[in-house]
């Protein structure tokens, strides 16, 4: 607000830094004893200068938010890859983890499931990321993978949605978030009663 009333001839803003140098100084990264430095110095003068701290200090945050987000997306895929559940039918994911964490880098533009022995595929992100809501509307819902594509089942297996594998050339490596699938064969035990996560994979066509 003071940048935008700057008056020549006023010092308002030097006397503002001044006063808040030890709470303004780790937000602009410069040291307090400079900003008391600019009590009496010109608006007119100093105002120029504010905005380039301003905008260093802006960029800075932006480059650590992203940083922030490539590594929770990073550990969201390799908790994603440790967990999948291997059957007769496809790779079971952890729908929770596929649909929020691993979303959380939005640099990246595609996302490879890739086994290195059983399977190899790449479904665009802006695609999994328009089925995050299924979270919110579904109890039961369940994601799988297989050489047809990321597919996702609700309602004991009435409802789905099937995103088809892409082809993407090796220039876009920088833009791929690989989750590394190590493979563990499913177990579910028998129970009585029908559990509903039974009855789910039963009409999914998973081995129960």
């Not at 504010?50 to 650590?64: D, F, K, P, S």
């Not at 496809?90 to 990246?108: F, M, N, Q, S």
């Amino acid at each position: 607000m003071l940048l935008r009333a700057s008056e020549p001839g006023s010092n308002n803003l030097g006397e503002f830094l001044a006063e808040n140098a030890d709470r303004l100084a780790l937000d602009l990264g410069v040291p307090p004893t400079k900003l008391e430095a600019e009590r009496i110095v010109d608006d007119e003068e100093l105002a120029p200068r504010i905005r380039q701290l301003l905008e260093r200090a802006r960029n800075h945050h932006i480059m650590e938010e992203l940083e922030r987000r490539r590594d929770r997306s990073l550990a969201a895929a390799e908790r994603l890859g440790a967990t999948a559940r291997l059957t007769e039918t496809g790779i079971v994911l952890d729908a929770d983890l596929l649909l929020g964490e691993l979303l959380a880098d939005r640099t990246k533009k595609w996302v490879q499931f890739d086994s290195q022995v059983a399977l190899n595929i790449i479904v665009p992100r802006h695609l999994i990321a328009a089925a995050a809501h299924l979270r919110r509307l579904h109890v039961d819902l369940a994601s799988f993978v297989d050489d047809e594509g990321l597919h996702f089942r609700w309602k004991a297996g009435r409802g789905g949605l099937r995103f088809r594998p892409r082809e993407v050339g090796s220039c876009f490596a920088d833009q791929m978030l690989t989750v590394p699938l190590v493979l563990h064969r499913m177990q579910v035990p028998e129970r009585r009663g029908g559990a509903w996560l039974g009855q789910v994979l039963r009409e999914m066509g998973y081995p129960v």
